[in-house]
Nanobody, 121 residues
């Protein structure tokens, strides 16, 4: 069984910063891409940032230049550094990872439980 556990969410004023962490644990053979999504009330879940095993990253246009995604492969952990936060960044943030539990197995996507980020104006 594999779990992704997020931490680091909270309440911050506009212009402030937060750092989210997401650690994967359990029967993990390997992890491919990892990413962060968010879902605001009444809206669909959207991609915030993704990172490949090579370190190649991609970002939503709305967060480019403000957010930075990184990963520590030795710790099976992905991070999201969020700077210059805006009220419109308020959402539940979810991490995900493409995980393989055995050498012969296929990759599947596991999700975290979500962490609330609230940015006050």
């Amino acid at each position: 069984q594999v779990q992704l556990v997020e931490s680091g969410g909270g309440l911050v004023q506009a212009g402030g910063s937060l750092r989210l962490s997401c650690a994967a644990s359990g029967s993990i053979f390997s992890i491919n891409a990892m990413g962060w999504y968010r879902q605001a009330p009444g809206k669909q879940r959207e991609l915030v940032a993704g990172i490949a095993t090579t370190g190649r990253t991609n970002y939503a246009d709305s967060v480019k230049g403000r957010f930075t995604i990184s990963r520590d492969n030795a710790k099976n952990t992905v991070y999201l550094q969020m700077n210059s936060l805006k009220p419109e960044d308020t959402a539940v943030y979810y991490c995900n990872a493409a995980i393989r539990t055995s050498y012969s197995g296929n990759y599947y996507v596991e999700w975290g439980q979500g962490t609330q980020v609230t940015v006050s104006s």
